[in-house]
């Protein structure tokens, strides 16, 4: 249960902060193009392989709960991006490309036309 607690606790600070980081890029940045989406994606990514990198090196019996509080929890509600680059990572550097290529084209492949057929589905719904 207190690893529940901690990464909704994680998430929910993680969560704020990405929408005051897509408010603040919104009021700068008056373009279409999703700009904030994708700082987003690339700071949490940094900040996910700062932080594994780090405990890893620094401590490596570092307390789960601590890595659920922040790699799972903050990231994890900031950008759930970040769990995807880790995970991308972590399978070229096991020596399993191949997966980690199949990881990326099939995440693109069925998660952007799922959410497609989610509005599909919806759209039609009589309202």
């Known amino acids: ?5 901690l ?3 994680g ?8 929408y005051g980081f897509s408010l603040l890029v919104g009021k700068l940045w008056l373009a279409s193009f999703p700009l904030a989406t ?3 994606n690339v700071i949490g990514s940094l900040a996910m392989g700062l932080l594994v990198g780090w405990l890893a090196k620094a401590m490596p019996n570092w307390a789960a709960e601590g890595r659920l509080f922040l790699a799972v929890g ?3 509600g900031f950008t759930t991006f ?3 680059s880790l ?3 972590t399978l070229i550097e096991r020596g399993e490309a191949w997966q980690a290529g199949l ?4 995440s693109v492949v069925i998660s952007v036309p799922a959410l497609y057929l989610g509005l599909l589905v919806t759209r039609g719904l009589p309202g």
């Open 87 to 89: 995970d991308t990572i």
């Open 7 to 9: 990464v909704g606790v």
């Open 38 to 40: 994708l700082l987003i």
């Open 11 to 18: 998430g929910g600070i993680g969560a704020m902060a990405r």
């Open 1 to 5: 249960m207190q690893a529940f607690v």
């Open 74 to 76: 903050v990231l994890g």
């Open 103 to 106: 990881y990326v084209v099939l």
């Open 82 to 84: 970040s769990s995807f």
